[in-house]
């Protein structure tokens, strides 16, 4: 499909010799000067407009709000979420609590090593990308628990300082399931949404080359782990940038998932937190509802509080 997104080919050039210069590597960076969309991670797909608030008939927050009640109540367990519509800037919290990350939190470590490589010009080396890869798109924990003894825990704890983070506690250093461990870290679904927008809408932490990177990276997660904010169900026509964390804890299998949802008239970013009191597919069923009913809600924009 033919590549539709409104960027220069300036700022692309730009983004790409930034990223060069840092170490993104070359197979992409490369690309960027000339591919546009395709390499930025959204083939064929136009992005939203940015609406006024008045343009079409607005989203009934209530009513939404009822309907996700109604969900809670039918599947059970505890439940959380933040939509923030791109369109217009509206934001929209239900619920909200605070959850042990489980891998969402990898997407932060990856803000984290980027800034690191910026600020000391230390660039990654082809281990590290393969890292970074497999650590977003195949949710290996391995080369996180990698990326994480090289970047270090206070310097994600740091890049979540930076980012504005208001209830992001940092855990690492300890092995799987250990009070120390870096997937129960702790966060909310307001957090995690702004982790989503610094890499899509912008930030000082990371250049725009970086953000890019991560971006393709969530683009590209392996169809197993594409859930929650990514639901399959959604149409093909709706491309997504996604992380999901998953893990069994006593009080419930948590199912956590964070990203980006963009065509078919929507642009948002969204976080949604979740404990099952019966297991993970019963969660992912629970959670991939809750994305669902956002997204049918979001046919009309999202005015602004």
């Not at 600020?119 to 890869?133: K, L």
């Not at 996604?242 to 009080?251: C, R």
């Amino acid at each position: 499909m033919p590549a539709s997104r409104a960027m220069t080919r300036r700022l692309l050039v730009e983004s790409a010799l930034a990223g060069a210069a840092v170490g993104v590597p070359a197979w992409f960076a490369s690309g960027l000067s000339g591919r546009g969309l395709a390499t930025l991670g959204a083939p064929g797909v136009s992005p939203a407009p940015v609406l006024a608030a008045q343009a079409l008939p607005t989203l009934d927050r209530a009513a939404l709000a009822a309907r996700l009640d109604a969900h809670r109540a039918d599947r059970g367990g505890t439940m959380g979420l933040v939509v923030h519509d791109l369109r217009t800037g509206g934001r929209f919290a239900w619920r909200e609590f605070e959850n042990e990350s489980l891998s969402t939190i990898k997407v932060l470590i990856l803000v984290a090593c980027l800034k690191h490589s910026q600020d000391t010009g230390e660039p990654f080396t082809e281990t590290q990308h393969s890292q970074a890869r497999r650590m977003i798109q195949s949710s290996d924990n391995a080369a996180t628990d990698a990326l994480l003894s090289w970047v270090d825990t206070a310097n994600v704890q740091r890049a979540a300082e930076l980012l504005g983070l208001k209830a992001t506690t940092v855990r690492g250093g300890g092995p799987a399931g250990s009070d120390t461990w870096w997937g129960y870290s702790t966060t909310t679904p307001s957090d995690l949404v702004t982790v989503v927008d610094a890499v899509v809408t912008g930030t000082p932490v990371i250049h725009a080359g970086h953000r890019a990177y991560i971006r393709h990276l969530m683009s590209g997660v392996v169809p197993g782990q594409r859930w929650g904010v990514a639901d399959p169900p959604l149409p093909s026509s709706a491309y997504t940038e996604t992380k999901n964390g998953w893990g069994p804890l006593p009080d419930g299998y948590r199912l956590n998932s964070i990203g980006r949802v963009l065509g078919n008239g929507r642009s948002h970013t969204m976080a949604i937190l979740t404990r099952s009191p019966e297991g993970f597919r019963y969660g992912k069923e629970t959670i991939n509802g809750l994305s669902r009913i956002v997204y049918d809600a979001l046919a009309q924009p999202l005015a602004p509080e």
